[in-house]
């Protein structure tokens, strides 16, 4: 018996007073699904509410999707293919990361005996929060999926649904990543997961890959479903709960303290916090600190949840400190935040180190055990800090991030 993850609708389902809406429920149902089969200007606006997923023995619905190699995709350009492979997958989750190596393998190994593989990302940019994005270097935007795909070579089809999620609402994917096996007629035969482990070498189960077997063979699939298990679709409902983390995160206290240049050398040592530090050196009569500022808070959102410090330096006179606390406050600026407390700014460029000559702006990662990992005196390239970032955070809370972002496939 397939057992599915509870969406909030289904949670709803099982309380009893529902039945007494449920007519009025089943209207809008019918009336969404009516709205889906018309075409891909369809957009998921109900709240809480998940698609079905695609059964099995349901023939592939069609789809008209760009992709990253700038061309319009659509099931007729797969028509002499024996078998048909589309998963469901982004940028951002790092479950569906770990699958980014296998999915180009199995293009690999079965290009030549006429499988297709096709990857869609079918999630609503909007429908993310900026915690949400602290394993990944880019969001799931068009222009993300574009860079993703570059830097890891992509050998598949990486299409976007990601504005209407018309096609995602025809298949009900309800994680990334999340695999449907099509016969040569287009009739679904398998599907669910990838195989049963997010970590390569502990997986035992290769459900995706005995599906394509068996139907290249003539045979029977015999396992035709298995849980997809992953980060959750990110359907268009939940852009309220981004909303709701945004108005948060601006609510929060914003602080300046002043900082002695003693202090600055202890900081600088990053000693015993087990934790990267990130400090960026800036000041209000600094253009392109002002610029680069919103991108810096956007990495404190980002990666507010993981082992590391972010810690902004303002080298304007101590003075000018309500000045200074003012523009932080504008910006919504929560984290730590400091102002040297001297009135010669050479004192904070001795005390601190890491090579910074004197400019601003000039950001530097150190490590945990005080090493430079990373550092730019002038406009930070956005792309590449985050991917330091990436490669020099420890594995917080499961095994195979730092693995990630320091291998080459």
């Excluded at 509410?49 to 990253?68: C, E, Q, R, S």
């Excluded at 990486?158 to 695999?179: C, E, M, N, R, V």
């Excluded at 040297?340 to 530097?364: C, I, Q």
Aim: charged share 20%; with cysteine; net charge negative.
């Amino acid at each position: 018996m397939r057992i599915y993850p509870l969406s909030p609708m289904r949670v709803t389902l099982a309380v009893p007073a529902f039945r007494s809406i449920f007519p009025a429920i089943a209207i809008c149902l019918i009336l969404l699904v009516s709205a889906t089969a018309s075409g891909q200007d369809a957009v998921a606006h109900l709240d809480n509410w998940t698609p079905p997923i695609l059964k099995i023995g349901t023939h592939a619905p069609d789809f008209n999707l760009p992709g990253v190699d700038g061309k319009t995709h659509g099931l007729k350009d797969y028509a002499s293919s024996k078998v048909l492979v589309v998963i469901f997958s982004c940028n951002h989750c790092p479950v569906a990361e770990s699958y980014e190596k296998r999915i180009k393998q199995l293009v690999i190994d079965y290009r030549d005996r006429g499988v297709a593989v096709v990857v869609i990302m079918g999630n609503d940019p909007g429908a993310e929060r900026l915690n949400e994005l602290g394993y990944t270097d880019v969001g799931d935007s068009f222009a993300d999926m574009k860079v993703r795909a570059e830097y890891r070579g992509f050998n598949f089809p990486y299409l976007y649904d990601g504005d209407t999620q018309a096609i995602a609402l025809k298949y009900g994917p309800t994680a990334t990543p999340h695999a449907f096996v099509f016969d040569q007629e287009r009739i679904l035969r398998y599907e669910g997961r990838i195989d049963s482990n997010l970590r390569e070498e502990l997986a035992t189960k290769h459900e995706v890959r005995d599906a394509v077997e068996a139907l290249l063979a003539g045979k029977p699939v015999e396992v035709s479903d298995a849980p997809a298990v992953g980060c959750s679709t990110k359907w268009a409902y939940k852009r309220s709960t981004v909303e709701g983390w945004t108005t948060r995160y601006n609510d929060m206290p914003v602080t300046l303290d002043l900082v002695s240049a003693d202090q600055l050398k202890v900081l600088r040592s990053n000693a015993g916090t087990g934790r990267l530090l990130l400090m960026n050196v800036w000041a209000t009569w600094c253009g392109p600190c002002i610029s680069e500022f919103p991108e810096l808070q956007t990495m404190v959102r980002t990666f507010g949840q993981r082992p590391i410090d972010i810690v902004t330096l303002s080298i304007n006179n101590p003075d000018e400190k309500s000045m200074v606390l003012a523009f932080l406050k504008k910006q919504h600026a929560f984290n730590k935040n400091l102002l040297f407390n001297g009135d010669d700014a050479a004192d904070a460029v001795k005390a601190f180190g890491t090579d910074w000559e004197g400019g601003a702006p000039f950001t530097v990662l150190i490590g945990t055990n005080g090493e430079v990992l990373y550092k730019v005196q002038g406009e930070l390239n956005v792309l590449d800090l985050r991917r330091a970032i990436l490669k020099n955070v420890a594995d917080d809370l499961y095994i195979g991030q730092h693995a990630y972002w320091n291998s080459t496939f």
